[in-house]
């Protein structure tokens, strides 16, 4: 059964940097198309990074050059680098794969980004 599990998540001050990341299990992510989603408060869901499986990444425009998309396959964890914060990154960070004809999802994990 496939599994993903978001971590890392909190408060950081405006400009602070912070890392999420999203271990899998019942699934290899090493090779994977894989996508980082966030919800804000009263919004939809967006997607805001995705990376490849031959790890190319893209962003979209609210995040491009803060954030960063990485895998570390001998841990079998992807992580989003987010840099820069400002106060409309706040909300919940969803990664997401779509496997075998079935989209699987974390639980999320909550970040905020106040002073």
């Known amino acids: 059964q496939v599994q993903l599990v978001e971590s890392g998540g909190g408060l950081v001050q405006p400009g602070g940097s912070l890392r999420l990341s999203c271990a899998g299990s019942?699934?290899?992510?090493?090779?994977?198309?894989m996508r980082w989603f966030r919800q804000a408060p009263g919004k939809q869901r967006e997607l805001v990074a995705s990376?490849?499986?031959?790890?190319?990444?893209d962003f979209s425009d609210s995040v491009k050059g803060r954030f960063a998309v990485s895998r570390d396959n001998a841990k079998n964890t992807l992580y989003l680098q987010m840099n820069s914060r400002k106060p409309e990154d706040t909300g919940f960070y969803y990664c997401?794969?779509?496997?075998?004809?079935?989209?699987?999802w974390g639980q999320g994990t909550q970040v905020t980004v106040s002073s």
């Open positions: 997401n794969v779509h496997y075998n004809l079935s989209d699987y």
């Open positions: 019942g699934i290899i992510l090493s090779g994977t198309d």
């Open positions: 990376i490849s499986s031959d790890d190319i990444t």
